[in-house]
Nanobody, 128 residues
Framework: QKQLVESGGGSVQTGGSLRLSCAAS????????MAWFRQAPGKEREGVAL??????YIADSVKGRFTVSQDNAQNMVFLQISSLKPEDTGMYYC???????????????????????WGQGTQVTVSS
């Protein structure tokens, strides 16, 4: 069974940093696109980072503060977030398993429904 489990969320003050982790099981994601989406209360899901095909894609809204990396040996993906702002508050989801035709250009960072496997999410709360 394909499964993604996120960890690393928490409550931090403005300007702080967090490293979110995503452990994949039941599936080898090393050749797949994996991404992070976030959702704030009352807002739509927003793609923030994607990795795959030897490249990383960071959404303009978080560029310069978010980085994404992957450890294929451990089947894990990481999201390093720094200089946190209150507007970064939300649930962060690790996602994977897009269809074979999926290509980040021009689809990323839209269309969260393209990703068929989602983790349960990890909460990030940033206080001012």
């Amino acid at each position: 069974q394909k499964q993604l489990v996120e960890s690393g969320g928490g409550s931090v003050q403005t300007g702080g940093s967090l490293r979110l982790s995503c452990a994949a099981s039941g599936y080898t994601y090393s050749t797949d696109y994996m991404a992070w989406f976030r959702q704030a209360p009352g807002k739509e899901r927003e793609g923030v980072a994607l990795i795959g095909g030897g490249r990383q894609y960071i959404a303009d809204s978080v560029k310069g503060r978010f980085t994404v990396s992957q450890d294929n040996a451990q089947n894990m993906v990481f999201l390093q977030i720094s200089s946190l702002k209150p507007e970064d508050t939300g649930m962060y989801y690790c996602v994977a398993n897009p269809p074979r035709w999926y290509r980040p250009v021009p689809l990323w960072p839209n269309r969260p429904s393209d990703f068929r496997t989602w983790g349960q999410g990890t909460q990030v709360t940033v206080s001012s």
